[in-house]
Each structure stands twice: as structure tokens, then as C-alpha cells.
């Protein structure tokens, strides 16, 4: 909600700015605030995978025993963490070289920073999934229910 609300107040800025001159350049607003935007989907993504909230077919789940539910989430999250090691690495090793590339219209914000909170956010995943796993296999009741839609399966 922070990013939200802080996206909304640089786009008012700018458009205040169109109309009533100041004297100084507002160009870095519409970088920044596309560059919230995108930490912005990625604080989202370890948010929803710990809500259940993100996109999947588990769903369908509801169809299969309770154990057959198990491994195919197991089996989802085994993928899910993998996706997320592979973006770790590739942060990793773009990180390198762009912390110190700056934005063109702003010198204090580096493309290196979004995508370190993207390495980090998705090392959060990890952690959520992992969780979710953990204690999916340690419950005895099936992870989706026609009355819970997957909503216990670890949250």
C-alpha cells in the first residue's frame, strides 16, 4: 500500500507540474514511478504466494484425493523454488554490473537496486513455499477442500 500511495503522489506531482511552473525539472517522476511500479509487482509476489492469492490450478486440485492433492502442490512449489533460484542467480549476476548504472533522469537511483529487491523478494518465495510445504505434509487433512479453496494449505 506504501508503494501504492507513493506511485499516486509522484504522479500528481507531475501532473501538478504541467500546469504551475516552479523552476525546476520534474522529468525523474515518470522513471520513478514506473521503477515502484515494478518493486512494487515483486513485493507482491512473495506477499500472494503467503496468502494464497497467486495464480494456479489448484483449483482443480479439489478434484483428487488428498494425497494426490499433496504431491502436485509439492510438486508445484518444487518448481516454484526452482523459478526462484534461477532469478536469485541471474539477479546475482547482473547485480554486478548494474549497481553502479544509474537511471538517466536519476542519479541516486541505480537499475542494480530494483534488482536486488527482486533477489530478495523471490528468496522470500523460497521461504513461503518451503513453509507451505512443511506444513501441508505435516497436517493430515487435505490441503484443498471444496469449502476452503486452498486456503489452509500452509497460511
Known amino acids: 500500500m506504501v508503494l501504492f500511495v507513493l506511485i499516486n503522489l509522484i504522479a500528481a506531482f507531475q501532473i501538478f507540474m504541467r500546469f504551475v511552473d516552479l523552476g525546476f525539472s520534474t522529468t525523474w517522476t ?5 521503477y515502484l511500479l515494478v518493486v512494487m509487482v515483486f513485493v507482491g509476489a512473495p506477499y500472494a504466494m503467503r496468502n494464497d ?11 483428487v484425493p488428498a494425497i494426490v492433492q499433496k504431491v502436485l502442490i509439492t510438486f508445484s512449489n518444487v ?3 526452482a523459478f526462484s533460484v534461477l532469478v536469485i542467480y541471474a ?23 530494483a534488482q536486488v529487491v527482486l533477489g530478495i523478494m523471490f528468496a522470500i518465495v523460497i521461504l513461503f513455499a518451503i513453509e507451505e ?15 476452503n479453496n486452498g486456503n489452509e494449505g500452509g497460511s
Open 133 to 147: 510445504t512443511i506444513n501441508m505434509w505435516q497436517s493430515d487433512e487435505a490441503p484443498i477442500t471444496a469449502n
Open 79 to 81: 518448481m516454484i523454488i
Open 30 to 34: 515518470e522513471e520513478v514511478a514506473r
Open 91 to 113: 539477479v546475482y549476476e547482473v547485480s554486478e554490473r548494474t549497481l553502479g548504472v544509474t537511471l538517466a533522469t536519476v542519479d541516486w537511483l541505480t537499475v542494480g537496486h
Open 53 to 63: 492469492d497467486n495464480i494456479s490450478i489448484r483449483p482443480l486440485f479439489r478434484l
